[in-house]
């Protein structure tokens, strides 16, 4: 989910609180446990959110006096944040139970100043998001959970597969769902972070939580910048759309039955506008004299209307009318093409990257039982560096293909003078920012 204004997430992740590991859980090759979770070019995907790092990699070891001061001032931080606190309706009770024990951690702070953006190519993401190992894991837990899960989609209207492929990607179906103390996390960076006001308003909404009687104070836990449970939701997000669906009283998303959890990530599409029976997206190969200018998600055309100008499935047939739908290429011209519907855009509401929505919306049709990606990739390619992107818009702009910015990231007014360079050079106007083209503007 994003990190908005609206109580969904936003931070530098792009992603509803999906700061735990990218590689812990898209890596993860190993069986469901239990019996019963940017910045993307079309040349790659870039991740921004939070990368956890090995203990070993840690720059160097804060010096004990730095400790010791900062505990000093993170102490003085809280007497000052409490009134703060009371004046939004927490109470003095819910104060001394959260901050019982906590104490400033250096760990997150250095894990919050040394993020270093990592790229991959779309290829080599979904590699991994629908490896057949995490294909395995999917359907284990959906034999597993199938009940619940059916309950779920009869209430929301959302495919029990969808609800499941977030969830592994999220959390490989519950094995990394963080266990830093969250209140300690977020009074830490809400204290001596980057962004101290976001971070604090976090912080107020986990101590709501705790109010509210769904978790205690030091089950509340979950990666350390604040995303918690099966399918990491940021303190906000939680407050604004997570569920009882256990009937409990409590929604409970730390729980190792994830029943909660499940049915809140449910909710949340629905709310945002999920379409019962309409896919995320269809492969689809398009003509050789296709017009790679319409490939905007700002063109939208029926299928019927795509297929006269020759985009049709892999068997080569129109796509049945599931409503109005875009043609997006996140490899370009030399990789895989997809239609995608409205349903698309509810995913990129949990994540904006393309990459994940099509991870999310590939898994979830390979743990019902379809085919994989029948389109080659460029795997001779590889992902541009910041560097390399932010030269590429340089070298666009002084050619007088302006990118509207030098921000190191490739989207739409990037793509748009890309394309416009292409034309320029009697190129495919495809929009993507390969190396090649990059070496091409040198």
Same mark, same amino acid.
């Not at 859980?25 to 991740?47: K, W, Y």
């Not at 790092?53 to 010791?68: F, H, K």
């Not at 250095?110 to 629908?130: G, P």
């Given at each position: 989910?994003?990190?908005?204004?609206?109580?969904?997430?936003?931070? !530098?992740?792009?992603?509803?609180?999906?700061?735990?590991?990218?590689?812990?859980?898209?890596?993860?090759?190993?069986?469901?446990?239990?019996?019963?979770?940017?910045?993307?070019?079309?040349?790659?995907?870039?991740?921004?959110?939070?990368?956890?790092?090995?203990?070993?990699?840690?720059?160097?070891?804060? @010096?004990?006096?730095?400790?010791?001061?900062?505990?000093?001032?993170?102490?003085?931080?809280?007497?000052?944040?409490?009134?703060?606190?009371?004046?939004?309706?927490?109470?003095?009770?819910?104060?001394?139970?959260?901050?019982?024990?906590?104490?400033?951690?250096?760990?997150?702070?250095?894990?919050?100043?040394?993020?270093?953006?990592?790229?991959?190519?779309?290829?080599?993401?979904?590699?991994?998001?629908?490896?057949?190992?995490?294909? !395995?894991?999917?359907?284990?837990?959906?034999?597993?959970?199938?009940?619940?899960?059916?309950?779920?989609?009869?209430?929301?209207?959302?495919?029990?597969?969808?609800?499941?492929?977030?969830?592994?990607?999220?959390?490989?179906?519950?094995?990394?769902?963080?266990?830093?103390?969250?209140?300690?996390?977020?009074?830490?960076? $809400?204290?001596?972070?980057?962004?101290?006001?976001?971070?604090?308003?976090?912080?107020?909404?986990?101590?709501?939580?705790?109010?509210?009687?769904?978790?205690?104070?030091?089950?509340?836990?979950?990666?350390?910048?604040?995303?918690?449970?099966?399918?990491?939701?940021?303190?906000?997000?939680?407050?604004?759309?997570?569920?009882?669906?256990?009937?409990?009283?409590?929604?409970?998303?730390?729980?190792?039955? @994830?029943?909660?959890?499940?049915?809140?990530?449910?909710?949340?599409?629905?709310?945002?506008?999920?379409?019962?029976?309409?896919?995320?997206?269809?492969?689809?190969?398009?003509?050789?004299?296709?017009?790679?200018?319409? $490939?905007?998600?700002?063109?939208?055309?029926?299928?019927?209307?795509?297929?006269?100008?020759?985009?049709?499935?892999?068997?080569?047939?129109?796509?049945?009318?599931?409503?109005?739908? !875009?043609?997006?290429?996140?490899?370009?011209?030399?990789?895989?093409?997809?239609?995608?519907?409205?349903?698309?855009?509810?995913?990129?509401?949990?994540?904006?990257?393309?990459?994940?929505?099509?991870?999310?919306?590939?898994?979830?049709?390979?743990?019902?039982?379809?085919?994989?990606?029948?389109?080659?990739?460029?795997?001779?390619?590889?992902?541009?560096?910041?560097?390399?992107?932010?030269?590429?818009?340089?070298?666009?702009?002084?050619?007088?293909?302006?990118?509207?910015?030098?921000?190191?990231?490739?989207? @739409?007014?990037?793509?748009?003078?890309?394309?416009?360079?292409?034309?320029?050079?009697?190129?495919?106007?495809?929009?993507?920012?390969?190396?090649?083209?990059?070496?091409?503007?040198?």
């Amino acid at each position: 989910m994003r990190w908005t204004s609206v109580g969904v997430v936003v931070l !530098a992740t792009g992603m509803i609180g999906n700061d735990l590991s990218a590689s812990s859980a898209l890596q993860a090759n190993r069986p469901v446990l239990r019996p019963d979770t940017a910045v993307v070019s079309q040349a790659s995907v870039t991740i921004l959110r939070p990368k956890l790092r090995p203990s070993d990699l840690a720059a160097t070891i804060t @010096p004990v006096v730095t400790q010791v001061a900062s505990n000093s001032g993170f102490e003085s931080w809280i007497k000052g944040f409490e009134p703060r606190a009371r004046a939004q309706g927490i109470s003095a009770e819910t104060l001394r139970a959260a901050f019982n024990g906590v104490q400033y951690d250096p760990d997150i702070i250095r894990r919050d100043r040394n993020q270093s953006e990592f790229s991959k190519n779309i290829w080599d993401y979904l590699d991994s998001a629908a490896s057949s190992t995490r294909i !395995a894991n999917g359907k284990a837990a959906l034999r597993a959970h199938n009940r619940k899960l059916e309950a779920i989609e009869k209430r929301f209207g959302v495919e029990k597969e969808v609800v499941v492929a977030v969830w592994g990607l999220e959390s490989a179906y519950g094995t990394f769902r963080g266990k830093n103390d969250i209140v300690q996390s977020l009074a830490t960076l $809400a204290y001596d972070g980057r962004r101290g006001a976001f971070f604090e308003e976090q912080l107020i909404a986990a101590l709501k939580i705790l109010q509210n009687g769904d978790t205690s104070p030091r089950n509340m836990t979950g990666s350390w910048a604040g995303a918690m449970g099966h399918t990491q939701f940021i303190p906000t997000s939680y407050l604004d759309y997570a569920v009882d669906f256990t009937g409990d009283g409590r929604r409970d998303i730390w729980s190792d039955d @994830p029943t909660d959890a499940l049915a809140s990530t449910a909710a949340y599409l629905s709310r945002f506008g999920w379409v019962t029976g309409q896919p995320w997206g269809v492969e689809v190969q398009v003509p050789e004299e296709f017009d790679y200018t319409l $490939a905007d998600r700002k063109i939208t055309k029926s299928p019927r209307q795509w297929a006269r100008l020759g985009v049709v499935d892999m068997a080569g047939r129109a796509v049945p009318n599931h409503g109005k739908a !875009a043609i997006l290429l996140p490899a370009g011209s030399q990789g895989a093409a997809f239609m995608i519907f409205k349903n698309f855009g509810v995913i990129e509401r949990y994540n904006t990257a393309d990459a994940y929505v099509i991870g999310v919306g590939h898994l979830s049709d390979r743990i019902k039982g379809g085919p994989g990606i029948k389109a080659s990739w460029p795997r001779g390619d590889r992902a541009l560096s910041f560097a390399e992107r932010q030269e590429m818009q340089k070298r666009l702009t002084r050619a007088g293909f302006s990118t509207q910015g030098i921000d190191g990231r490739i989207g @739409p007014k990037t793509i748009d003078a890309v394309r416009a360079y292409q034309r320029s050079q009697g190129i495919v106007p495809d929009g993507y920012a390969s190396l090649r083209l990059l070496k091409r503007l040198r």
